[in-house]
T-cell receptor
Framework: GAVVSQHPSWVICKSGTSVKIECRSL??????MFWYRQFPKQSLMLMAT?????????EQGVEKDKFLINHASLTLSTLTVTSAHPEDSSFYIC???????????FGPGTRLTVL | AQKITQTQPGMFVQEKEAVTLDCTYD???????LFWYKQPSSGEMIFLIY??????QNATEGRYSLNFQKARKSANLVISASQLGDSAMYFC???????????FGTGTRLTVIP
């Protein structure tokens, strides 16, 4: 099946710094990728839809200036958490549409801890 | 608007037995897709099974089957012959046809007892 990778798998940073998370589709091209956020013991919430070559579409309540998304190629999307604060600590998961229209493949996730 | 409801926060099942995880949904869209994902403690989301709203037959994938009752708007996951490795969080999700993003339920934590 299709493989999606994320890097880093975990990151600890100081409050006020920025963190970049990469999402790559390894064996297929993804014109659209999705970024989700998952707080402990909660469900996944869609943050934004990342479109290759154009601006991301953010869900209501998600600050686009804080969560910068870039989808520069068909295999790479990045999420940058700018000026991170402890409340941004969460599990961030990306996904990409699979080879079949009915599937969506997820990356392994990135656990962000902001001190 | 779409809504996914999983009413079972936790379920226990004896090894080798079958278990049903409930999922109901609400949508006004005539065409949609329903998914089940497994999330082990490591965090990755593993795709299990898919059911299209116009599919006539219930989806099956190995030990997983989806009990799709369109009139009741339910899409329960049935896991047969449970294994210890099935212990994980299970999420039901829905996607409108033509859109790609998924709406997730709150999840059910399944624990398989030896």
């Amino acid at each position: 099946g299709a493989v999606v990778s994320q890097h880093p798998s975990w990151v600890i940073c100081k409050s006020g710094t920025s963190v970049k998370i990469e999402c790559r589709s390894l064996d297929f091209q993804a014109t659209t990728m999705f970024w989700y956020r998952q707080f402990p013991k909660q469900s996944l919430m869609l943050m934004a839809t990342s479109n290759e070559g154009s601006k991301a579409t953010y869900e209501q309540g998600v600050e686009k200036d804080k969560f910068l998304i870039n989808h520069a190629s068909l295999t790479l999307s990045t999420l940058t958490v700018t000026s991170a604060h402890p409340e941004d600590s969460s599990f961030y998961i990306c996904s990409a549409g699979g080879l079949a229209a009915d599937t969506q493949y997820f990356g392994p996730g990135t656990r962000l801890t902001v001190l | 608007a779409q809504k996914i409801t999983q009413t079972q926060p936790g379920m226990f099942v004896q090894e080798k037995e079958a278990v049903t995880l409930d999922c109901t949904y609400d949508t006004s869209d005539p065409s949609y897709g329903l998914f089940w994902y497994k999330q082990p403690s490591s965090g990755e989301m593993i795709f299990l099974i898919y059911q299209g709203s116009y599919d006539q037959q219930n989806a099956t994938e190995g030990r997983y089957s989806l009990n799709f009752q369109k009139a009741r708007k339910s899409a329960n996951l049935v896991i047969s012959a449970s294994q210890l490795g099935d212990s994980a969080m299970y999420f039901c999700a829905m996607r409108r046809t033509g859109a790609n993003n998924l709406f997730f339920g709150t999840g059910t934590r399944l624990t398989v007892i030896p």
